[in-house]
């Protein structure tokens, strides 16, 4: 069974550029998130999808990321304008069931974002 | 408010010995989950176990066991004979029955196992 996928592994934009990153998570899992890992920290969470909708999004600084699972797989999480705090490993996840605590949840390999 | 402290920042061990991490928890819930994952240099995170609030006993999987002691709020992970390959960040998370789901991670633990 593949993994959880995210693209790009590697990025690295100035201040005040945009970015944007792509996750695919394990095929039939309905839970999706995104979690920012700054170095030296533990992964916190940003946002949360069960299928195409949101369950917590109270983490996301929605005056400049945003993100979006259309047709409940897929994912895209964006960031403009970038700030030097954003820079961090941004790991995606899914899990099988309905937002279930009792869920495990499979990390994909994530992306690290470099903001000069 | 629930939290996750791993007190150890970094440890460092020869090979085959043994060495524990810790993890202490805080929450007001009666039913929860906790997970350890391991972070490789690759940087996925990888599952490592899932315990649930209502069983204590201690788990064994080869060279891995964890202690889960709900009177300490403890859930200790010993690697029995550590080896190089061992060596990564470890953190232990905790998910609440009251959440969503999300997982609440500590700071994580460093171990580097030397040859």
């Known amino acids: 069974e593949a993994g959880v996928a995210q693209s790009p592994r590697y990025k690295i934009i100035e201040k005040r550029q945009s970015v944007a990153f792509w996750c695919n998570p394990i095929?039939?899992?309905?839970?999706l998130y995104w979690y920012q890992q700054i170095l030296g920290q533990g992964p916190k969470l940003l946002i949360q999808?069960?299928?195409?909708?949101?369950?917590?999004d109270s983490q996301l600084p929605k005056d400049r990321f945003s993100a979006e699972r259309l047709k409940g797989v897929d994912s895209t999480l964006k960031i403009q304008p970038a700030k030097l705090e954003d820079s961090a490993v941004y790991l995606c996840?899914?899990?099988?069931?309905?937002?279930?605590?009792?869920?495990?949840?499979?990390f994909g390999p994530g992306t690290r974002l470099t903001v000069l | 408010a629930q939290k996750v402290t791993q007190a150890q920042t970094e440890i460092s061990v020869v090979e085959k010995e043994d060495v524990t991490l810790d993890c202490v928890y805080e929450t007001r819930d009666t039913t929860y989950y906790l997970f350890w994952y391991k972070q490789p240099p690759s940087g996925e995170l990888v599952f490592l176990i899932r315990r649930n609030s209502f069983d204590e006993q201690n788990e064994i999987s080869g060279r891995y066991s964890w202690n889960f002691q709900k009177s300490t709020s403890s859930f200790n992970f010993t690697i029995t004979a550590s080896q190089v390959v061992d060596s990564a960040v470890y953190f232990c998370?905790?998910?609440?029955?009251?959440?969503?789901?999300?997982?609440?991670f500590g700071q994580g633990t460093t171990l580097q196992v030397k040859p």
């Open positions: 095929s039939g899992h309905a839970t």
């Open positions: 996840a899914s899990s099988l069931g309905d937002y279930s605590f009792t869920d495990t949840q499979y």
């Open positions: 998370a905790l998910s609440e029955a009251g959440n969503t789901g999300k997982l609440i």
């Open positions: 999808f069960q299928n195409n909708g949101v369950v917590d």
